[in-house]
């Protein structure tokens, strides 16, 4: 069984392992090893994986199967928007549900928002294809995925939220 629950710093650690473990197995194919060493190396290098856990009017979450974290997820609220920034599931944990445990999680965590959108590079099919049966519909594209100035197509997918109490 695999639970969703809110990050402790001690968990960052781990989270970075999980990052760098998900991005060179997903990524390695697209961007070649060195590019991928230096995007983790930058964008999940234990310091930035603080900031984003530190950053006001968020929700920075982990999965996890009581002896492994499996999976993460981090957003932030931008007005009535959630930007889901990262959601990453170790490759060996696809298919046991903990991608769509963390989504439901960020989701609820922001209940005064209407709207989620993300940024997922196009050669990422399964992620894709993940958001896509998950409610999502392609919204639009930038030349900057992940960080300005990174140089990284990407397309824009965004759903929006009707909670029960609607």
Not at 34 to 51: F, L, P, T
Not at 59 to 83: N, W
Not at 142 to 149: E, I, L, M, R, Y
Request: aromatic letters at 10%; a negative charge.
């Amino acid at each position: 069984m695999i639970w969703v629950r809110t990050a402790t710093r001690a968990d960052l650690p781990k989270v970075r392992e999980l990052l760098v473990e998900t991005w060179h197995a997903t990524y390695d194919a697209l961007y070649g090893v060195e590019k991928v060493n230096a995007i983790c190396a930058d964008w999940h290098s234990q310091r930035s994986i603080e900031e984003n856990f530190d950053s006001p009017r968020s929700e920075f979450l982990v999965a996890d199967d009581g002896g492994t974290v499996c999976g993460m997820a981090y957003a932030s609220q931008d007005g009535k928007t959630i930007k889901l920034h990262q959601l990453y599931v170790l490759p060996e944990f696809h298919g046991r549900k903990a991608g769509v445990q963390l989504l439901i999680e960020i989701e609820n965590s922001f209940m005064d928002c209407d709207m989620i959108s993300l940024e997922v590079d196009e050669g990422n099919t399964g992620a894709v294809a993940f958001y896509e049966a998950c409610g999502f519909e392609v919204t639009g594209c930038t030349a900057n995925c992940g960080k300005d100035g990174s140089g990284i197509p990407a397309l824009t997918l965004s759903k929006s939220i009707i909670y029960a109490d609607d």
